[in-house]
Nanobody, 123 residues
Framework: QVQLVESGGGLVQAGGSLRLGCAASGRTFSNYAMGWFRQAPGKERELVAAISTDGDTKYADSVKGRFTISRDNAKNTASLQMNSLKPEDTAVYYC?????????????????WGQGTQVTVSS
């Protein structure tokens, strides 16, 4: 089992920044690819960014150039730095872990999920 706990959500004005954290415990963190997903009201959950065990990254087109995913295997944490936030970034953000080297876009292929953290961007 892997337990994931997100932190860092909140309310921010458009153009502002937030940094989300995901603390992992229970298994060897470095063996898991990590993903950040989000779900806005009335919409399906979507991949925002993902990172492989060795640092390869993937971003949704909507966040490229604004968001940065990272991981610290020594601290068992993953992070999502979000800059130039827009009202359409408002959603519940989830971190997820997938056993194996490579990330996947399909959320069904992730094994463990955090409880989610709300991000609200006001215009």
């Amino acid at each position: 089992q892997v337990q994931l706990v997100e932190s860092g959500g909140g309310l921010v004005q458009a153009g502002g920044s937030l940094r989300l954290g995901c603390a992992a415990s229970g298994r060897t963190f470095s063996n898991y690819a990590m993903g950040w997903f989000r779900q806005a009201p009335g919409k399906e959950r979507e991949l925002v960014a993902a990172i492989s065990t060795d640092g390869d990254t993937k971003y949704a087109d909507s966040v490229k150039g604004r968001f940065t995913i990272s991981r610290d295997n020594a601290k068992n944490t993953a992070s999502l730095q979000m800059n130039s936030l827009k009202p359409e970034d408002t959603a519940v953000y989830y971190c997820a872990a997938r056993a194996g080297i490579m990330y996947r876009i399909d959320q069904r292929l992730y094994d463990y999920w955090g409880q989610g953290t709300q991000v609200t961007v006001s215009s």
